[in-house]
């Protein structure tokens, strides 16, 4: 079936630090990959999303590329902010598979000053 | 934007007991509304998908007698945990999908806050 792992949590920086959360998926189809978002208090959001081998996602200072050779999706910042902290959700979701998401564990990020 | 309301954010029933949460999108029509569960340090599972009119589909493994889904207009939709125990204590999160946008492109699915049931 299909899966999604993600790295653990939490994961502590210091504000202005790089950060990467690993994701790698295994699917029985073609999938659409997404990063979500969720902050305290909060309902998930979309953060990013990649629809085919090679895309790029990005927002607000956030990318990951679709790696179709690694099944991978890593979620990367260059420098991250106390406002970054929240969970973070590595998801997928095949085509024509009628919007189900399958997610990952979720990884927490905190960021301090 | 749109937003997917739930209700309550927190509630703690007795063993026995029903509980309801409700899932509500605020300012948009949803056709289609799923329910997910999150036990600690584990994914969110999907629960069923719940579609307007009609009754709701459930993934392999989910209790349907146990988790009543109502999904009566395109705003509302609402689970009902029946007789609940202390393993159905999680977290649950509804998101809906904009009926207005087309194939799924991500971006048409709104999560709720998600609700925290405790069976005490």
């Known amino acids: 079936g299909d899966s999604v792992t993600q790295m653990e949590g939490p994961v502590t920086l210091s504000e202005e630090a790089f950060l990467t959360i690993n994701c790698t998926y295994t699917a029985t189809g073609y999938p659409s990959l997404f990063w979500y978002v969720q902050y305290p208090g909060e309902g998930l959001q979309l953060l990013l999303k990649a629809t085919k081998a090679d895309d790029k996602g990005s927002n607000k200072g956030f990318e990951a590329t679709y790696r179709k050779e690694t099944t991978s999706f890593h979620l990367e910042k260059g420098s991250v902010q106390v406002s970054d902290s929240a969970v973070y959700f590595c998801a997928l979701s095949i085509t024509g598979g009628g919007n189900k998401l399958t997610f990952g564990t979720g990884t927490q990020l905190k960021v301090e000053l | 934007g749109a937003v997917v309301s739930q209700h309550p954010s927190r509630v703690i029933c007795k063993s026995g007991t029903s509980v309801k949460i409700e899932c509500r999108s605020l300012d948009f029509q949803a056709t289609t509304m799923f329910w997910y569960r999150q036990f600690p340090k584990q994914s969110l599972m999907l629960m069923a998908t719940?579609?307007?009119?009609?009754?709701?589909?459930?993934e392999q493994g989910v209790e349907k007698d146990k988790f009543l889904i109502n999904h009566a207009s395109l705003t509302l939709s609402t689970l009902t945990v029946t007789s609940a125990h202390p393993e159905d204590s999680s977290f649950y999160i509804c998101?809906?999908?904009?009926?207005?946008?087309?194939?799924?492109?991500?971006?048409?699915?709104?999560f709720g806050e998600g609700s925290w049931l405790t069976v005490v």
């Open positions: 998101s809906a999908r904009d009926g207005r946008q087309g194939r799924l492109s991500g971006n048409t699915i709104y």
């Open positions: 719940s579609n307007e009119g009609s009754k709701a589909t459930y």
